[in-house]
T-cell receptor
Framework: DAKTTQPPSMDCAEGRAANLPCNHS???????VYWYRQIHSQGPQYIIH???NNETNEMASLIITEDRKSSTLILPHATLRDTAVYYC????????????????FGQGTILTVHP | NAGVTQTPKFQVLKTGQSMTLQCAQDMNHEYMSWYRQDPGMGLRLIHY???????DQGEVPNGYNVSRSTTEDFPLRLLSAAPSQTSVYFCASSQRTLSYGYTFGSGTRLTVV
């Protein structure tokens, strides 16, 4: 799976949009971009994913650049409860074997939402 | 309630003891995985499975065994516990497609003394 690079930490004011960047310059054509978050010591929570089109759901929006080498997760109106570690993960089937079942986490971005 | 159920939630073991961490899901998911998370660290993949009877190693498989005899269950066995295995363990499951995300359990907090 392609490696991702995220800033180690970011801050955001409550009520403002939080824009979390992710670089995945080695992404392959059949690899998806996934975003998860982990609040304190809870299990990670799936947020959103995309292949090449921008995506939106009730939690967030995902903007993928046209060359697919980077993406941005947008939380439109951040709240204190959005303080968490956010993980950008690339996952696909190009490595062969059973690798399509793997989900490998990096270090993520610690997002702190402050009042 | 549908989801991923992990038992026990907390466990203390003595060095050398063995135990099995249980993971069950009722969503008919084919993919299942085990992760460990050490304090202040990210999640590391231990073992994963893409269906009953099919398992494979992740990043940190040493000291752990798994088997997948049914779609619903994916137990993680510690054969001889060591203090280095003190961690929080998460189980996760997903449908057999890249079009969905993984659902995670609430974790098992294991301390080996």
């Amino acid at each position: 799976d392609a490696k991702t690079t995220q800033p180690p930490s970011m801050d955001c004011a409550e009520g403002r949009a939080a824009n979390l960047p992710c670089n995945h310059s080695t992404i392959s054509g059949n690899e998806y971009v996934y975003w998860y978050r982990q609040i304190h010591s809870q299990g990670p929570q799936y947020i959103i994913h995309g292949l090449k089109n921008n995506e939106t759901n009730e939690m967030a929006s995902l903007i993928i650049t046209e060359d697919r080498k980077s993406s941005t997760l947008i939380l439109p109106h951040a709240t204190l409860r959005d303080t968490a570690v956010y993980y950008c993960i690339v996952r696909g089937t190009n490595a062969g074997g059973t690798s399509y079942g793997k989900l490998t986490f990096g270090q993520g971005t610690i997002l702190t939402v402050h009042p | 309630n549908a989801g991923v159920t992990q038992t026990p939630k907390f466990q203390v073991l003595k060095t050398g003891q063995s135990m099995t961490l249980q993971c069950a899901q009722d969503m008919n998911h084919e993919y299942m995985s085990w992760y460990r998370q050490d304090p202040g660290m990210g999640l590391r993949l231990i073992h994963y499975s893409v269906g009953a009877g099919i398992t494979d190693q992740g990043e940190v498989p040493n000291g752990y065994n798994v088997s997948r005899s049914t779609t619903e269950d994916f137990p993680l066995r510690l054969l001889s516990a060591a203090p280095s295995q003190t961690s929080v363990y998460f189980c996760a499951s997903s449908q057999r497609t890249l079009s969905y995300g993984y659902t995670f359990g609430s974790g098992t907090r294991l301390t080996v003394v």
